[in-house]
């Protein structure tokens, strides 16, 4: 059964209160019983959190961004990318070091949304690029933003499958683990059609994260979740793929297509493309034609 005490911010960890974020929407006064939410702009801090009743789940709407965590003698400090998700479950102390300014949508929960076989397995946590997460956690943020009449009725249900979802990937990791989920099909097709435009140049790793919106370390991380492949061998895989292209298509020497790929020249194209396919370029040429 849901509480019905009214989720007010003195149940919550009062974080824009007390390090002076700009606070853009609020749940205060909606009536909201399972779920606290807010949306805020907040500026560096460095400052310890006591455990509470309630599990805080935060969502990074702008960065990367530089934050070190510390909670129960497991520390996690690195560049977190937008979109990642930090959770720390009701009863858990947390010391938290935001270097930077970070746009953030915060949402506590209360405990009783969270099966009670699973609530002593929960730890400490960072989610990188789960768009189930991200879906639940905007969802809400759609309703505080747009103070939807029965608002309450919309959020209830979300709460417990972020609830659900959230506690399902917590309760099988290590305090601190950082869970990637991969790249989302946008990021991917972004990717693709950078890779695809630039193939011909020097494709670097820094750019390709760009193209993703994400630091390089989280794009090499996330990168290798998504596909299987290093971002080096994914380059080399297109190079080869557009190279067997134009060697079916058109009657260019394998001088152009090595530069047209992306390859110094003819023999660095022969020497990849037979370590790739077994058979040099020009074998290739007369197996096809």
Excluded at 21 to 42: K, T
Excluded at 67 to 85: C, E, N, Q, W
Excluded at 105 to 134: C, G, H, M
Excluded at 253 to 267: I, P
Aim: aromatic share 8%; proline share 4%.
């Amino acid at each position: 059964m849901e509480p019905e005490q009214v989720f007010g911010s003195s149940e919550t960890h009062r974080i824009p209160e007390l390090f002076g974020a700009d606070v853009r929407a609020s749940s205060e006064g909606y009536g909201w019983v399972s779920v606290y939410a807010s949306l805020q702009r907040e500026r560096p801090f460095d400052a310890r959190f006591e455990a509470i009743a309630n599990s805080l789940v935060v969502l990074h709407r702008s960065g990367p961004v530089e934050v070190t965590l510390r909670s129960g003698g497991a520390v996690l400090s690195r560049s977190i990318p937008k979109g990642s998700i930090f959770f720390l479950p009701a009863g858990h102390a947390c010391e938290i070091e935001l270097q930077g300014a970070l746009d953030t949508l915060q949402i506590y929960l209360r405990s009783e949304l969270f099966d009670s076989a699973r609530k002593d397995q929960l730890t400490p946590t960072l989610v990188e690029n789960d768009a189930i997460l991200q879906h639940l956690a905007t969802s809400i943020e759609l309703a505080l933003c747009e103070q939807m009449a029965n608002s309450a009725l919309f959020v209830d249900p979300i709460a417990r499958a972020l609830a659900n979802r959230i506690s399902a990937i917590s309760a099988c990791s290590k305090p601190w683990q950082v869970r990637v989920a991969g790249l989302a099909e946008h990021q991917l097709k972004r990717l693709r059609d950078f890779v695809d435009t630039n193939l011909e140049s020097e494709i670097r790793l820094e750019s390709m994260a760009s193209a993703c919106g994400l630091s390089t370390k989280s794009f090499i991380r996330i990168f290798k979740a998504s596909t299987g492949k290093s971002p080096y061998q994914y380059v080399i895989a297109a190079r080869i793929e557009r190279a067997k292209r134009l060697i079916e298509e058109e009657q260019e020497g394998l001088a152009e297509v090595a530069l047209r790929c992306g390859f110094s020249h003819q023999e660095h194209l022969t020497r990849v493309f037979r370590r790739l396919t077994g058979q040099t370029p020009g074998q290739y040429r007369r197996n096809v034609n």
